[in-house]
Nanobody, 121 residues
């Protein structure tokens, strides 16, 4: 399993970004996928997760109502639409694949290299 994130960049507060996570390898539908983020000196923070079939989604309180996770099993892709971005959303964003959606990194066996998101005030 390989994951590659894309779509990060530098934006202003209030702007939007759409991150993508491309999956390659084994059966995509066998994996739940989540997005985490990390800032210097902090642990990885769970942001959003989506179940194997896409019917269940979970969000951290810090992004609920602003971020939306979705998946396209035909394209083997997971997206994270981020709206109303804030400077505190600045981080490296990672996608991760595992058996079920969980908020702890240890539940995920595969990780992408990450993409930087910077939100200026």
């Amino acid at each position: 399993v390989q994951l590659v994130e894309s779509g990060g960049g530098l934006v202003q507060a209030g702007d939007s970004l759409n991150l993508s996570c491309a999956f390659s390898g084994r059966i995509f539908q066998a994996y739940a996928v989540a997005w985490f983020r990390r800032t210097p000196g902090k642990e990885r923070e769970f942001i959003a997760g989506i179940s194997r079939g896409g019917g269940n989604t979970h969000y951290a309180n810090s992004v609920k109502g602003r971020f939306t996770i979705s998946r396209d099993n035909n394209k083997k892709m997971v997206s994270l639409q981020m709206n109303s971005l804030k400077p505190e959303d600045t981080a490296v964003y990672f996608c991760a694949a595992g058996g079920v959606v969980a908020s702890t990194p240890q539940h995920y066996s595969s990780w992408g290299p990450g993409t930087q998101v910077t939100v200026s005030s």
